[in-house]
């Protein structure tokens, strides 16, 4: 297993103002797009005080080592399910539909002076013999640079400055 600990900054701005960043289906649409990503679909849910997103996202894999191309093919879809009891916290699921591996874990978001910080906290577990711990650090490097373009378009996206 490997661990995902990673650190985001939104400047001069509010928990609820990110928090409701990352509840509109566009800002989520405006990350794939960035990514560049093949397939996209998003579903956000408001419950109580919180909300259930899901994100079913397809990436292509010509850009990633040949061994690991080998085991997913042409393309690999993420399935993104985040559980928010409240703007400042959310539990994570990432699977890999037909693929054995997974992504559990949280993230937070807290005020830091004018700043949002928000820390994720994730575990990835590939259960393939031999090769699983590879492919465990391809997944966990491939999660932090996702994380990253959500924070660049994020800070974009909060300033107004963003554009498809």
């Known amino acids: 297993m490997k661990r995902v600990n990673h650190t985001l900054s939104y400047p001069g701005t509010t928990v609820d103002e990110v928090y409701a960043m990352l509840a509109d289906p566009a800002y989520r649409k405006a990350v794939g797009d960035y990514q560049r990503v093949i397939d996209f679909s998003c579903e956000i849910t408001p419950s109580g005080s919180g909300m259930t997103a899901r994100l079913e996202q397809a990436h292509s894999t010509d850009r990633i080592p040949s061994f690991a191309q080998r085991l997913v093919g042409q393309e690999i879809r993420f399935v993104q399910e985040e559980t928010w009891s409240s703007p400042s916290g959310a539990d994570i699921r990432v699977t890999i539909p037909g693929k054995p591996g997974d992504m559990t874990g949280s993230t937070s978001l807290s005020q830091s002076g004018d700043d949002v910080v928000q820390q994720i906290d994730l575990a990835v577990k590939v259960s393939i013999p031999l090769v699983g711990g590879k492919v465990e650090d391809l997944i966990a490097g491939f ?17 107004g400055e963003w554009r498809v």
Not at 143 to 158: C, I, P, S, Y
């Open 143 to 159: 999660v932090v640079k996702a994380f990253d373009a959500e924070n660049k378009v994020g800070v974009k996206w909060l300033r």
